[in-house]
């Protein structure tokens, strides 16, 4: 029969999560265990324990996933599982469940990679090809821009040379007493703020690196903001309301004035007709309304996956069928590459 079964897993930071997918793109099931919470009080992702987490969660989530597929285990055709990039600790929990699932029933084993499953998610979300596109990832991990040829065709043209974005968000909240994860209650001060209270840098802004990212400048600038160069932070007097909300909203305009530069000359510069975005800041509303804005003026596609697709999910391994169909299986050798490949 036609109908097979691809069983994804992606465990690369702090989401556990697994799904059936079939070969016509149909989610059957997908679920994702969020850690977030164990992470809060470090107002950041802590890689010893996101490794225990996902020890924890990796039986009952595939357990989950299979039975509410309405499957077996046995009627899986494919394994899939993020292996690169990620936590070391992380990645390895989902590669050893994906290589065992495939010795156990002996099934073929295929590797995701975890950035490019990221613009495909906006392929599973329009529900039509999206190729060729440019390709934005801002994530709490990340901030890359693609030029995607094809759903197996992406070729890195710049990231962050220091923080992800919504890195920056949010170790940004965490300066100005803003609970985490930053990027919602930055944006939710903000909306109260002045864009143009503070004059803050936008990070790599010439010709020279067009399509790579700073933002460790404009965290510092915050922070002197606050306190002023050189002093310790609780040093400061304490931030009215409207401090915070100005200082937010600040931040957040140099933030999407970069992300929105670099992905407009992205476009120009490549000529592609779609843009494609993934990760959990796109679910930032300046960002999308600028993007929104500047891409319609010049007359591109733009596809936002929603919410529960942007953020960390197994659906957007459904990339996987590329490599399938395509015969690019792997062996039991399969390792993780927690860095980046560029
Ligand atoms: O993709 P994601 O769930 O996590 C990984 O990187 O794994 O993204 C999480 C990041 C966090 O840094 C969070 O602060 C940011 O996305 N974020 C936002 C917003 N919502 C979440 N950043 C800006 N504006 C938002 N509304
Ligand atoms: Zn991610």
Known sequence: SSLKYLLTIETTCDETAAAVITDGLEVRSSVVSSQAKLH??????????????????????????????????????????????????????????????????????????HLHAHIYACQMSAGRNVFPCVGLIVSGGHTSLYRCAGPSEFEFLGGTIDDAAGEAFDKVAAMLGLSYPGGPSISAAALTGNPKAYTFPRGLAGKQRPFDFSFSGLKTAVRYAICGP????????????????????????AVVDSIADKTMRALRETRLRQLCVGGGVAANAALRERLKRETSK???????????????????????????HAGKFETLELDITPGLVR
């Not at 324990?49 to 899986?76: F, N």
């Not at 590669?95 to 029933?105: G, N």
């Not at 936002?304 to 391994?317: H, R, S, V």
Request: aromatic share 4%.
């Open 40 to 113: 809060e009080k470090f107002a950041g992702v802590v890689p010893e324990i996101a490794a225990r987490a996902h020890l924890e969660s990796i039986l009952p989530v595939l357990d989950e996933t299979v039975k509410s597929a309405g499957i077996s285990l046995a009627q899986i055709d494919a394994i899939a599982v993020a292996t690169t990039p990620g936590l070391a600790g992380s990645l390895l929990v989902g590669l050893i469940a994906a290589k065992t699932l495939a010795v156990v029933l002996r099934k073929p084993l295929l590797a995701v990679n």
């Open 230 to 253: 050189g002093k310790p932070l609780e040093s400061a007097a304490p931030l009215t309301p409207q401090q915070v909300a100005d200082l937010a909203a600040s931040f957040q305009a």
């Open 298 to 324: 010049i007359g591109v596609a733009l596809e936002i996956a929603p919410l529960e697709m942007c953020t960390d999910n197994a659906i957007m391994g459904a990339i996987a069928w590329e490599r399938y």
